[in-house]
């Protein structure tokens, strides 16, 4: 179990994250794609994914092994939120200036459990032909991996995410941490996270960041070095992936219980779309869209976020939820 302390301090210093960190979805996803759990949330994914990953993405796995510790070198904490490419390309250089006593300190750490590969210890050593590598290797694994579903991911995350800035706002902090389970307990002045190892972490004063993440998986994970900017990363719901069994195309299955237009807006939506980009994908016009997107936002289908002066619709849990049924030839 970790337990997180928390003084009234932290408390007022707790922040739910903007949405996905390109880092965590990336070293995350490492662990998980090596796995065989979690088959009905990541084996669609799984199954399209290991083909077409080339020799640079392969590398990751060599610093990221399926089940226990992972380098916290790789996850910085981010500066200002830049979503989209712009955010990977600066997290990828956070990553490769990591300073070289802080790669040995964390690939040591790393070697105590498993034997390296031989340009890991290059990278442990700080040699530009290693960092220049493990660079090329997150770019390539991000292109080839997340890239195509990073919409989805993004959704799905910043969904989470203002459900649970909600919660800040309405009831407070403390209401906020004893919603996050299943597998985390408010108990004051701890957060108890099922976690595989005892660990305590005491905040003193420097609060916690929230960061929901589709690819974490089973459990929350921390960072190893508690002196670091303290963060706690937990899985969002997992329903990206397709799922066995019957399926049925939901914008006509849905067509019937709420009209044609307004379920292909909520199935669009699934894929974040502005206002501008629905009409012009459903050849309707945009005061239609808006109409549309207000009915299924009373609703709690859909959510529309503010992002770089526009207006983002997504679809939320419960929208995704009646899609999948719909998809299944059930709403039940």
């Known amino acids: 179990m970790l337990r997180i302390i928390f003084t009234a301090e932290d408390l007022r210093r707790l922040r739910v994250a903007p949405g996905p960190d390109h880092m965590w979805e990336v070293t995350n ?80 750490r790393l070697a105590a459990g498993r034997r390296l590969s031989g340009w890991v210890g290059r990278l442990a050593q700080g040699q530009h032909s290693a960092t220049d590598a493990l660079g090329r290797a997150i770019h390539a694994f991000h292109t080839e991996a997340l890239a195509p579903y990073w919409p989805r991911i993004r959704a799905h995350v910043e969904a989470d995410c203002l459900l649970r800035r909600h919660t800040a706002r309405e009831a407070g902090p403390e209401a906020l941490l004893a919603g996050l389970g299943p597998r985390m307990r408010w108990v ?35 960072l190893y070095d508690h002196t670091l900017a303290p963060v706690l990363v937990y899985p ?17 299955a849905l067509g019937a219980l709420m009209g044609p237009v307004r379920a292909a807006v909520l199935v669009a939506a699934c894929t974040a779309r502005s206002t501008g980009e629905l009409a012009g994908s459903l050849a309707v016009s945009t005061s239609s869209v808006s109409q549309h997107t207000a009915k299924l936002r009373h609703a709690g289908l859909l959510i529309t976020v503010r ?23 059930s709403l039940q």
């Open 188 to 222: 004051p002045p701890a957060l108890e996270v099922a976690y595989p190892v005892s660990q305590t972490l005491q905040l003193r004063g420097r609060g916690l960041t929230l960061q929901p993440s589709y690819f974490c998986w089973p459990a929350p994970v921390s």
């Open 307 to 329: 992002q770089a002066g526009r207006a983002l619709h997504i679809t939320t849990a419960l929208g995704h939820a009646l899609i999948r049924g719909a998809q299944g030839g």
């Open 29 to 108: 996803s490492v662990q998980t794609l090596q796995r065989r759990d979690g088959t009905a949330a990541f084996g669609a994914w799984r199954q399209a994914v290991r083909p077409r990953l080339s020799a640079d993405s392969r590398i990751l796995a060599d610093l990221l092994p399926p089940y226990g510790y992972s380098p916290d070198f790789l996850t910085p904490a981010p500066g200002t939120p830049t979503p989209g490419v712009g955010g990977l390309a600066t997290a990828v250089r956070a990553v490769t200036g990591t300073p070289a006593h802080r790669l040995d300190t964390d690939l040591t």
């Open 236 to 252: 969002v719901p997992h329903d990206l992936w397709a799922r066995p069994g019957a399926r049925h195309d939901p914008v006509q």
